[in-house]
């Protein structure tokens, strides 16, 4: 019988499967292949760039109380932070929506990747959260061009193994939320939770870090602002992923997809924010430092790139209360000028005592100064065609109090209404440390840039006075409960560089009688101060004021001692410090340390303190203003119910009754015509000053009740410091201030004639201090 031949079909199934062998093994060679010659799509970078990825730095500002205050930065608002600074709720929304493998795989998703061959891609794509961030360390979007796209993929499989080998899987996350754009100026996590919650990322909540991943997918398409009914949909898919893969329940995520983004969008710029004033004035100091102090290898750091952190003085807390009470104040203060400067009751509002020549020369002059004026001398213009630009009407927007305002209008006329705004200057300072603890250079940084804290200057008024008489205790030891008759006093001609007599004026032209020094300063008697001014000499008051703090040169004169000079709120706010910290003057400091990204401490601050009075002057000189706020122009900080027969008391004494009890050194400052008034108030641990006054002197309220010191600057004092007390956690002292160990002169002498709290209190909104 003939052997049965093999069937045709076995031969031909061994032939399928050598075929298969062969194409499977072709692949894994072409795969490895298109691994080994991935340089031929571009450079791979080493492990030294993986280490340190070239990505933009903003210089962080953090504040004493540890939050950040601002940043500096060109187009990268980044601040990295550590895996440990982030919430739980944003590493499981991450995790669950972009890679649910992330824990299991080395960089590649195989079963992902498998998956996403078989579907052409439409099953969802296979980027691990380490591809993803290699991409966007490295190439950023994926080419259009198929060939190129390929190649940038495997790039990305190869650096994502890379970074797998080099990285913890919790640094790699962090490093993927610190990379990612968010969006407007959302650079990274730590910019993006703050901007779009006004939170760190540690505080962020369920629906929040749902928000925030689901952005990923692309920012500029899910963008808060823009498109918040997207942004929604794209963070119900979050929250419906976490719910999927057990992060939450569906009762959970039923409940959080009802709700509404609640943004609490605020914006990280150079303009807007809290201290904007201090951090211009940093700006300046930052690149001062980076001038004189160049990197190992001889190179600048950069500001905005670097990734500097500057550790300031700034207390968050006191910050936020001293630009609301001054918000707050300002906003009253100017509703009650422009009432008592309509046209109807001033024709050349807002200038009071010009003409209407003189009101056009004062605008030519400002026309003159302006920046429109400078710009457009640069650009090469003609006073004629630049004097036309000023009076051709184009669209501006306007500061007002109830909010910017578009309009139309000419250049000139947006002068002239700018210039009826009175502005602010305030800073608050630790006498014993030197740290500066609040600066408001201005309202409104965004429309008004002149910081009134350091760059301006501005009379003094009688807040120059306690110089004159601690030179005073100083030369001749008198106690404040000396007395000194109260009448016209004239310091000759040709005496003290005189060229004229002088016979300064007490405000209201009242005199009579006796008054103890400290009643004389409490009421701002300008008789017994010109009478100190002349026993001591104007070149010991200016030595005086050089020695607490003074930088400013002042002239020679004996009319110093009434105010004229002027100073900025710094350099008073210094000096009186002085006094608070028995005699020894210590120099303000803004900066505490710099540090470079890598935590490295660069700068760190060295106290400069001296000795200038003795702690019995020093503590006499603070008796005597004591006086001011007990039976003073001060005094009002302690009354209640003026309100009730005293309109302004209603109208601009924002925050009253501030109810302190506690003592408080402090001194009103009023120049003439009401142009500048100020308040200068202390406690133990806390020096404050407060200035306000128009940009021109010749706009001012038309009388004392309402232009003095008490009434413009003082209820910004006030309030602040009422909000201070009220937070606890800042420890501001309610303690007498600290008596030296000897003391010589008498500092006791309420029975010597001062007046009565109730007398004060008849007497408040009616008198204050006058410059002449």
Not at 22 to 29: H, N, R, S
Not at 236 to 260: C, F, H, P, W
Not at 462 to 482: E, G, N
Request: with cysteine; aromatic share 10%; hydrophobic share 35%.
């Amino acid at each position: 019988m003939a052997k049965k031949k093999q069937p045709v079909k076995e031969q031909s199934n061994a032939k399928y499967v050598r075929w298969f062998w062969a194409l499977f093994l072709t692949g894994v060679i072409a795969f490895v292949l298109l691994f080994l010659s991935a340089s031929a799509f571009g450079d791979l970078p080493d492990h030294t760039v993986l280490e340190n990825p070239k990505t933009n730095l903003a210089t962080e500002i953090i504040s004493s109380d540890g939050k950040t205050l601002g940043k500096f930065y060109f187009n990268d608002n980044r601040t990295p932070i550590g895996y440990e600074s982030l919430s739980q709720n944003l590493i499981d929304a991450l995790v669950a929506t972009e890679d649910i493998r992330f824990y299991e795989h080395s960089g590649i998703d195989g079963r992902g990747t498998l998956r996403a061959f078989a579907k052409m891609g439409k099953g969802g794509g296979a980027s691990t959260i380490s591809q993803q961030l290699a991409k966007l360390l490295f190439h950023g979007e994926g080419s259009k061009n198929i060939v190129e796209r390929i190649g940038q993929k495997v790039k990305e499989w190869i650096i994502a193994i890379r970074l797998e080998r080099q990285y913890t899987k919790e640094e790699i996350i962090a490093q993927y939320f610190n990379i990612y754009d968010f969006g407007n100026n959302g650079d990274g996590i730590k910019s993006a939770s703050n901007i779009y919650f006004g939170k760190q990322p540690k505080d962020l909540n369920l629906k929040e870090s749902a928000m925030l991943v689901g952005m990923f997918k692309n920012s500029s398409l899910y963008n808060p602002r823009s498109n918040p009914v997207g942004v929604k949909n794209r963070r119900n898919v979050v929250l419906a992923q976490m719910q999927k893969y057990g992060y939450i329940t569906e009762r959970v995520k039923d409940s959080l997809q009802q709700t509404d983004l609640d943004l609490n969008y605020t914006p990280e710029s150079h303009r807007e924010g809290i201290a904007t004033y201090f951090r211009e004035y940093l700006k300046k100091f930052m690149k001062d430092w980076i001038n004189k102090n160049p990197k190992p290898d001889g190179t600048k750091y950069n500001l905005y790139g670097d990734g500097l952190k500057v550790y300031t003085t700034i207390d968050s807390r006191m910050q936020q209360y001293a630009e609301e009470a001054v918000q707050n104040h300002m906003i009253d203060l100017q509703k009650e000028f422009d009432i008592q400067n309509t046209p109807d009751r001033n024709p050349t509002t807002p200038f009071l005592g010009l003409t209407k020549d003189e009101v056009d020369g004062l605008l030519k002059r400002s026309m003159r100064q302006s920046e429109r004026w400078r710009k457009m001398k640069r650009m090469k213009k003609s006073d004629e065609e630049i004097i036309k630009s000023f009076n051709t009407p184009i669209p501006m927007t306007l500061f007002s109090w109830q909010g910017d305002i578009d309009t139309i209008m000419k250049p000139l006329d947006s002068m002239r209404y700018y210039k009826k705004f009175l502005h602010p200057g305030m800073m608050s300072m630790d006498p014993e440390t030197g740290h500066v603890k609040a600066w408001v250079g201005g309202m409104n940084y965004r429309h008004f840039q002149y910081d009134h804290v350091k760059q301006g200057k501005r009379q003094v008024g009688s807040t120059f006075k306690p110089f004159v008489y601690a030179t005073a205790i100083d030369q001749l030891h008198l106690s404040p409960c000396d007395e000194f008759p109260d009448v016209p006093y004239t310091i000759e001609e040709g005496r003290w560089g005189n060229l004229k007599d002088w016979t300064p004026e007490n405000s209201g032209l009242t005199y009579g009688g006796t008054r103890t020094l400290k009643n004389a300063l409490a009421n701002s008697v300008n008789t017994i101060t010109a009478r100190l001014m002349d026993k001591v000499g104007p070149s010991h008051v200016i030595d005086m004021a050089h020695k607490l703090g003074v930088t400013t040169e002042i002239p020679e004169v004996p009319s110093i001692a009434l105010g004229t000079v002027d100073l900025s709120v710094f350099e008073m706010v210094a000096a009186y410090a002085t006094f608070a910290n028995q005699g020894v003057y210590t120099e303000p400091v803004m900066v505490t340390s710099v540090e470079d990204k890598n935590n490295t401490i660069l700068y760190q601050f060295t106290p400069k303190t001296k000795d200038v009075l003795s702690e019995e002057v020093a503590y006499v000189t603070v008796k005597l203003l004591e006086g001011v706020t007990e039976s003073g122009s001060g005094a009002r900080l302690r009354t209640q119910g003026a309100e009730k027969w005293n309109a302004m008391y209603r109208e601009i004494m924002t925050g009253y009754p501030y109810k302190l009890t506690n003592p408080i050194a402090g001194k009103t400052g009023t120049t003439q015509n009401q142009s500048d008034g100020w308040f200068m108030g202390m406690v133990p641990n806390l020096v404050t000053g407060v200035w306000v006054g128009a940009e021109d002197r010749a706009v001012h309220f038309r009388s004392i009740t309402y232009g003095q010191g008490a009434s413009m600057a003082l209820p910004i004092w006030g309030s602040y410091m009422s909000k201070c007390y009220a937070d606890e956690d800042l420890n501001i002292s309610t303690e007498a201030f600290k008596e030296p160990e000897t003391l010589t002169i008498r500092v006791d002498c309420d029975a010597s004639g001062n007046a009565s709290d109730s007398d004060a209190l008849q007497n408040q909104g009616t008198v204050d201090d006058l410059e002449f």
